[in-house]
Every structure is written in C-alpha cells, then in structure tokens.
C-alpha cells in the first residue's frame, strides 16, 4: 500500500464514480442521533456538533488534524510474518487479515507519520480500531518500534494516538510479547532525552494499556473514550457489582489520576503544541538551528 | 483426598483398588504384595502414557491442579533465610503477590512470586493469585532494590492474570502492569522467570521479562484464557478446549516460538504427584540459568534483556 493507491486512487474513483449515497451525505451522531451534513462532521474531526460526541477519526485524518500543513510524510512500516501460529477460530487468521486489509486499505492497524507541530519535529504513530479492532501483533509492535526509532533518528517527539481493543488474540503469545518489545521502544526514546506524549483515542483496553499507552511523559484522552485493562463486563461478572455509568471513562480516569488532561479535538494541535514548545525548547537539535 | 483429572479416571480407578486392597488386608492376612505391586506397575503404565501425550486443554487443566506446588511451598523448599517485604508504600499490601530476600544455594537474591494459596481461606485472602496494582508496584518496588543492593531477582509465575476489578482499574492496572515490565527490562542485575503453572497474560509478563525465562513441562502461558478467548472468537466460552489448541500455549510451544529458554521436566504424573521433585528439578533449572548470566554487567543484562524482547517481530526495522 503506498501513497498512491491510498491517497490517489480513491480520489480519482471518487471523481468518477457517480453521486455519493445519501447515508454518506447526512452522518448521524453515534451518541445523540444528531443527523450532521458531512461536510460539516469532517470540518470539525469528526465531532458532533449538537452533543461534541467524538466518532472515530482515520490515521490520515489525525495526521491532518494534527501535523502543520504541508508537512506530513508517511512512514512506512514493515509487515511481519502472517500468520505464525496458523491460527483458526471460526474463520482462518490469515482471511480475517486479508478482509481487514480489503475494507481499510491499511496493512494493519497502525499508520506512522513524521511532520511537524508548531514547527517541531514529531513522529506520530496511529492505531485504526477498524482493522481487527486496532489488535496489537508483531506488526503493530514493529509500528512502534519504527515509530520511537524514527523519532530518535529526527530527533523528535514520539506521539502514539491508540485505539486498541488488545493484543491481537490470533498471534498468540506474540503478540504478549509485544508488551514488553514497546516498552524498550520507548524507553529508547526516553534515554534519547525527547517526549513522548500519548493520545487516548476510544477504545484502548487491554494489552495496550498494560504496555506503552500508559507510560506517557503526558497522558492526553480523547473525551468520552473508555480506557481500561479488563473489559466492563468481565469486571462485572468478577466483582458482581453495578459499575458506574461513566466508568473507565476519559473523564472518570482523570478524576482517578490517571490521565493529565481530557482534550476535545479542536484543542488537540494548540495544546500540544505548547507542550512540544516547552518540552523541546532546550532540544540541542533545535537550539542550534 | 487425591483430586483427578478426567484423563487420570482410569488411574483413580487403579488407585481405588490399592486402597480397598489395603482396606482388606488390614482387617484380615491376605497377603496382598504382589497384586498392588502388579497395579503400581499398571499405575505407572498409564501414567506415563497419559502424560507423554496431554493435550493442550490437559495441560491447562494440569497447570491449574489445586495440587499443584505452590509459590510459597517453593520458596519454602528453594530458598534459606526468606524474608519477607510487605506492601507498595502506597495503598496497601497485595497478598496475592510474595515478595522478599532470601538465599539461593548460599547466594543471596530477591524473589517475587504470586501466589494462589492453599486453603480457601488462604485462596480468599491470596485473591486466588490474581494481582492487584498494589501488588506490580510492589513487585517493582523489590526490583529497584534488589538492582540497587546487587541481587538477582527471582520471579515465580502462577496467576490466571491480573485482577479485573472496580479498584484495581481505579488504582491504574494497566499502568501498574507496564511499569511493572519496565521495571524488569530496566533491572541492574539478573532476572530470572519460570513459569510455573498459569502464565497469565499481563499478570504473567509484569513479573517475567526476564534474561532468561523457564517453564515446567506441564505449565501453560497464554496472551488470554482460553475460555476468554473462546467467548471472543467463538462467541462461546464452551469452544475453550479449541482455543487452547489455537493459542499454542505448551511449553513445548514457548520454546518454539523462542519465548523461554528451558523447559523443568516434572515427573511422572506431573507435579501435583511429586512435588519435591518437581521443585528440586526447578532449583536445578534457575542454578543452571543464574551460572548463564553470571558476571555480566548492569548494561550487558539490559541490552540482552532489550534485545531478548526487540526480537518479537521483524528486525530490520
């Protein structure tokens, strides 16, 4: 998959290709039923405009919404192995990645991008929930390891925007072993003195969290997204006891400690920007410029 | 009371006989000598068929045998002078977790267990060796000192996974979890693993990212329960035998996919039978991986930490 055919090609099949649908044209809000023009939903990331609902937003689009203009350029990251354990459920590992790869364009479920933020260098490394709901495999991990490296080699930030339901189940325990392969990913970056920022996009549980999602110089969450180690209902059946409404939600984690700041996307690039400034202004890579 | 597993029926029947054979010679002068010693052998037979070929659905069952040796029982057998270390100065102290000094053959180190527990009150009180946060901060605490003082850490692996409570995510799990692993890839001094009967998941890999990680014969290790991966992908957690097949979680598996170093024979019947020797065989196997590590530097065991785990995936990045 390369720029041309992700970004090219369905642009030209778009020009072609007759009047869009009419369920493409009106979005309705996942949250308040608001129908929004779609003109208007892209124009505001993907937020409702009636309730602030955020629906989920591409790698491409977080990249835009993100990133100065003008300056993203995409990184390639390396496919791993396929299918290492030849695993089958109801449908075979290898048929579930070749759907997920037909209906997203993506190889998996991380994109990495490098560009610029308030004029500082940062590499940005985006989960899409839906490929295999952003799972984590070996592939993923070779994302954030390229990711952290690329951002040592530009002397960069390192910002990870996940949206993860786990370790992808169907490598096994490979996929367990991406936890700690991330970690040294960005204990590489920490030792190369520059920031490391995460984003909390709506879901990130799991494997996810127990690994590089967590270790944030900040923590950012997107409003309303659940983040959390085990899934509502398994803590349910466990402890037996309703939870509350709000529940590992990106305000109650706030509430408990555990995030710096919840953060609706239209303020997303000012303050992280702000942050990269601050963080970074003694950088020696941009001092001597 | 010996408990059996359903593939140890035709054993319990077996060992049925012994004892009514026991029964009634004790009350009469039958002389039953040679008919138990024909069962034993029997015994034996069957053993040694049954184990030789477990089914990973076996092993799961076998891994998780109430009478499986414990942490505790280990460290009691394994190490001299064990001291304990409560608490993460934090919140609380998690009894699920087992953390301490002790000597190893003479040698003093650091060790981090979970542990099950024994009795169900102990079981209750250990939270069935499911961690809690305060337990991985523990657990962290002990590695920082341990790297400090010079003493290779220990780690002893048996949890169906971490917690998954109310207060575990309010107190941060995952957070725990993640600092947990990169306690143990940070560590200044050798880090040991073994697994010893459920490698759970998260729970397992906070206190297993060692230098070197080792795995009884009979133990399992596994990114998910096969129940809970069943539920997942099947839509059904009665699928679980399935998924425990899929999920490639034997030992024989780990050392396939290059995930531990060594595999701790048990012996016949696995370990719930004989304990002391599955644990002596278990002091033999971390001795062997300690006298691998030996005189590296702080740097050295990181970077081969580092690079133990970097290898999950493709290398040139």
Redesign the interface.
């Known amino acids: 998959m390369n720029w041309l055919s992700r970004t090219v090609l369905p642009k030209i099949k778009a020009l072609v290709s007759p009047e869009p649908a009419k369920e493409t044209l009106w979005i309705k809000c996942g949250s308040c039923s608001q129908m929004i023009f779609h003109r208007e939903c892209e124009d505001n990331w993907n937020t409702c405009n009636a309730c602030g609902y955020h629906m989920p937003l591409s790698p491409a689009a977080r990249a835009q919404l993100l990133f100065d203009a003008n300056s993203i350029e995409s990184i390639s990251v390396i496919t791993a192995e396929k299918d290492p354990l030849g695993f089958r459920d109801r449908k075979k590992y290898s048929d579930r990645l070749k759907e997920a790869r037909s209906k997203t364009g993506d190889d998996d479920a991380i994109s990495v991008a490098a560009g610029e933020i308030n004029g500082n260098p940062a590499v940005i490394a985006t989960f899409n929930f839906s490929f295999m709901g952003g799972s984590m495999g070996q592939t993923v991990g070779n994302g954030i390891v390229k990711a952290a490296r690329q951002a040592i080699q530009r002397q960069a930030a390192l910002i990870i925007v996940p949206s993860s339901g786990g370790a992808r189940m169907q490598e096994g325990i490979l996929s367990l072993m991406q936890l700690p392969r991330s970690i040294v990913a960005v204990e590489e970056l920490r030792e190369a003195g520059l920031p490391y920022i995460v984003l909390l996009a709506h879901p990130t549980t799991g494997g996810v969290t127990a690994s590089f999602a967590m270790l944030g110089d900040l923590q950012i969450a997107e409003p309303g997204a659940i983040i959390g180690f085990a899934g509502r209902r398994v803590i349910e059946e466990t402890v037996r006891e309703k939870l509350p409404e709000d529940f590992q939600s990106a305000e109650y984690l706030k509430e408990h400690g555990m995030v710096d700041m919840v953060l609706p996307r239209r303020d997303q690039k000012r303050v992280i920007g702000s942050i990269l400034d601050m963080l970074m202004s003694s950088q020696p890579a941009k001092a001597a410029e | 009371m010996r408990q059996f597993l359903d593939f140890e029926k035709p054993i319990a029947v077996l060992e049925g006989k012994i004892e009514e054979l026991r029964h009634l010679s004790s009350e009469g002068d039958i002389n039953i000598a040679d008919e138990v010693s024909r069962l034993q052998s029997k015994i034996t037979k069957e053993l040694t068929q049954a184990y030789a070929q477990l089914k990973p659905w076996e092993k799961v069952q076998v891994a998780r045998h109430p009478d499986r040796p414990k942490i505790t029982t280990i460290i009691a057998d394994l190490f001299t002078d064990f001291i304990p270390m409560a608490g993460d100065r934090n919140y609380r102290e998690d009894h699920a977790l087992i953390s301490g000094l002790g000597r190893f053959r003479d040698k003093p180190v650091a060790i981090i267990g979970t542990e099950k527990g024994h009795t169900t009150e102990d079981r209750i009180k250990r939270n069935f060796g499911m961690v809690r946060p305060e337990g991985y901060r523990k657990a962290r605490r002990l590695m920082e000192l341990a790297g400090r003082f010079g003493l290779p850490v220990i780690s002893l692996v048996d949890t169906a996974g ?5 207060g ?8 725990a ?3 947990s ?2 306690a ?3 560590l200044k001094t050798p880090l040991i693993s073994a697994i010893i009967g459920e490698g759970g ?2 729970g397992a ?2 206190l297993a ?1 060692g230098n070197r990680v080792i795995m009884f014969e009979h133990a399992v ?4 329960s096969p129940e ?2 069943a539920s ?3 839509r059904s957690a009665d ?1 679980a035998k ?2 425990s097949e ?4 034997t030992a024989k ?2 050392m396939a ?1 290059g ?1 531990i170093d060594a595999i701790v024979s048990e012996p016949l019947g696995a370990a719930h039978r004989d304990p002391d020797t599955a644990i002596k065989n278990l002091g033999d196997a971390i001795a062997n991986e300690l006298a691998e590590v030996e005189g590296k530097s702080s740097q050295e065991l990181i970077a081969d930490r ?1 690079a133990k ?2 290898k ?3 290398d ?2």
């Open positions: 971490a917690y998954p409570g109310r575990a995510e309010e107190r941060g799990q995952a957070e979890i993640a600092r692993i990169q143990c890839l940070n998941s998260g890999i906070a990212t290790y596994s990114v998910i809970g991966c997942i992908l099947w699928h399935d998924a899929a999920l490639k979680l598996d780990m996919l995930v580092r785990y970097l999950f995936g493709s040139d990045i």
